[in-house]
């Protein structure tokens, strides 16, 4: 959760706003009135020009917000899931494993924070109807932000991918994008308001080296992500995309085990880029949080790359 | 956003506009703010409404010179930069077959040269410092055709080349991204616009409107915040789906 910084000189004071009156700073400037004696102590805050920052208000950025976050039980999405209940979200963790999601929902319990489980594969289109359908039963029927996050890595060029690999890497990344957005959209225009994010990849953008499906996918996501923009911006729902770089994941380990190469080695080379590190699942977490946030209000059908700077050159 | 609590944060042109709204966000985040402009009038204007201001510092970004005098006076001011908004700009309107060699300079002067000016006055301080972060303002323009801003449009995208330059050279002290945003309703919209322009306009953009400067100006907030680390090199379209398909789907 952010503080924002409040100058008493600059803004209007509203001494009835409950997250001012409870704060701690507040209160010592000015006691804990209500009506005409808050007003005067508000009147005598004004006055005091305070400098900058005197006073935080916490500002829960997604508070009342229901979220659905596929792929949610490790990674990207666990931290997300994590962040995003932080910040006051009533969240929907999916994936396949169960154990792991309901860790994942207990830290969210454990944290003071809302979140059920759904056990879905979004690759099948029942699995991903279910998941909104038990979302929006928990959830009191609303549906805000849907992260769809899910996806497998395959390390293989065109004549090594198998057919299986190959319907595992598109189907999980944008066929079950595609899918989540299919039974999600309905709610979310009948409330003229919903987010959608998808999580594509700098490979989405550039190509990379023995990821011929992985790279079709994601690039798949990043135009699929424009189009669904197109079709229902005017129904105030806005579509971005997330294109990370390498993320210290366990689909990283999983790609180093892969490519037969120590975990080290892989490392070394992933952290080869402008910043000279591999990204962190909180720092993916805090941009899907911006774009499930008001802070961006303005933008849809945009590609957020967040890689380090990775395919700047 | 987080960490943005007494940075010491440049924005050129913050008299108005986008610039303006920018200036407000990056106050109300606990920042200390200062304002390089070449609208004197305007920056005293500015200086009214925020009197908490760091200064504002009269000097047009085109002028070589006149930056580094400004860059002077800011370090007397703030004594270092950590962030910097290149978000001076200017634009005329014109076909390509009419544009003067004295209008192409001067849409180059101030919306290339004065972000080149600008970034390495900045980066000079961060490099010696605890780094930092750079935000060139780019465009929808920088990306796309659009007739009768030949200049602008090359100019934007002379930013956008710019950035991922820099970005590649300054790591990892100094992030630099560029924004790009679509159509922003600021008041040199409103005074040039007729209600129906507007609408044809708000009808092409899948959001069905402008952006307000508020929302661009919490782009960025974001990207020169804490909470963007690991984002450098690239541009970032604000736009409200406009350019996401092009002539075709307006």
Redesign the interface.
């Known amino acids: 959760m952010?503080k924002?910084?409040c100058?008493p000189?600059?803004f209007k004071i509203d001494p009835n706003f409950e997250p001012l009156r409870k704060n701690p700073s507040f209160q010592k400037l000015v006691g804990e009135g209500k009506g005409r004696r808050a007003r005067a102590s508000a009147a005598r805050v004004e006055e005091c020009k305070l400098p900058?920052?005197a006073i935080e208000i916490p500002v829960m950025k997604l508070k009342h917000r229901i979220a659905i976050i596929t792929g949610a039980t490790s990674g990207i999405g666990e931290a997300s899931a994590l962040l995003f209940a932080e910040e006051g979200a009533k969240v929907t963790v999916t994936g396949r494993d169960d154990a792991r999601g309901r860790n994942v929902v207990a830290a969210i319990a454990a944290a003071g924070g809302t979140a059920v489980f759904v056990r879905a594969d979004v690759r099948l289109a029942g699995d991903c109807e279910r998941v909104v359908a038990e979302t929006l039963r928990a959830f009191g029927g609303r549906l805000d932000i849907l992260f769809n996050n899910a996806g497998v890595f395959h390390p293989h060029n065109a004549i090594d991918c198998t057919v299986e690999e190959w319907d595992a890497t598109v189907d999980s990344s944008l066929k079950g994008a595609w899918l989540m957005a299919k039974y999600s959209l309905p709610t979310m225009i009948a409330q003229r308001r919903g987010v959608i994010i998808n999580q594509a990849s700098g490979w989405g953008i550039q190509g990379g080296d023995e990821a011929v499906a992985y790279c079709a996918a994601k690039g798949g996501l990043v135009v699929m992500?424009?189009?669904m923009?197109?079709d229902?911006?005017?129904q105030g729902i806005?579509v971005n995309c997330l294109c990370p770089g390498d993320v210290e994941t366990p689909m990283l380990a999983g790609d180093a085990e892969a490519r037969r190469m120590t975990y080290a080695d892989y490392m070394k080379g992933a952290a080869n880029r402008?910043?000279?590190?591999v990204?962190?699942p909180s720092?993916?977490a805090?941009?899907a949080?911006?774009l499930a946030s008001d802070?961006?209000?303005?933008?849809?059908?945009?590609?957020?790359?967040?890689?380090?700077?990775g395919?700047?050159? | 956003m987080k960490g943005l609590t007494d940075k010491r944060v440049v924005i050129t042109g913050g008299a108005s506009g986008i610039g303006a709204a920018t200036v407000e966000r990056f106050l109300e985040e606990g920042a200390r703010v200062a304002v390089i402009d070449s609208d004197e009038a305007g920056g005293r204007a500015l200086r009214k409404r925020h009197p908490n201001l760091a200064g504002v510092i009269n000097a047009d970004v085109a002028d070589a010179a006149a930056v580094d005098g400004a860059f002077q006076e800011l370090d007397g001011l703030l004594g270092g930069v950590d962030v910097a908004i290149n978000n001076a700009g200017i634009s005329l309107w014109h076909d390509f077959m009419n544009i003067t060699p004295a209008e192409w300079r001067k849409v180059m002067s101030v919306d290339l040269d004065g972000v080149f000016y600008v970034a390495q006055q900045s980066a000079k301080r961060m490099l010696a410092d605890a780094g930092g972060v750079i935000i060139n303002m780019g465009s929808t323009s920088g990306m796309n055709g659009y007739p009768r801003y030949a200049d602008y449009n090359a100019a934007k995208a002379g930013v956008i080349e710019l950035t991922r330059t820099m970005a590649l050279e300054l790591a990892p002290t100094i992030r630099v991204i560029a924004v790009c945003p679509g159509y922003v309703w600021t008041a040199m919209q409103e005074a040039e616009y007729t209600p129906e322009m507007k609408a044809a306009v708000d009808a092409k953009i899948p959001l069905g409107r402008h952006a307000t400067p508020s929302e661009i100006a919490a782009l960025f907030a974001f990207l020169a915040s804490a909470e963007a680390p690991y984002i450098t090199g690239h541009p970032v379209i604000i736009d409200g789906g406009e350019i996401a398909g092009g002539l075709a789907s307006r």
């Open positions: 952010t924002r910084s100058s000189g600059r900058v920052s992500t424009k189009a923009a197109i229902h911006g005017k806005r402008p910043l000279g590190r990204g962190t720092e993916l805090r941009a949080l911006f802070d961006s209000s303005f933008m849809t059908g945009a590609a957020l790359v967040v890689d380090g700077g395919i700047a050159g």
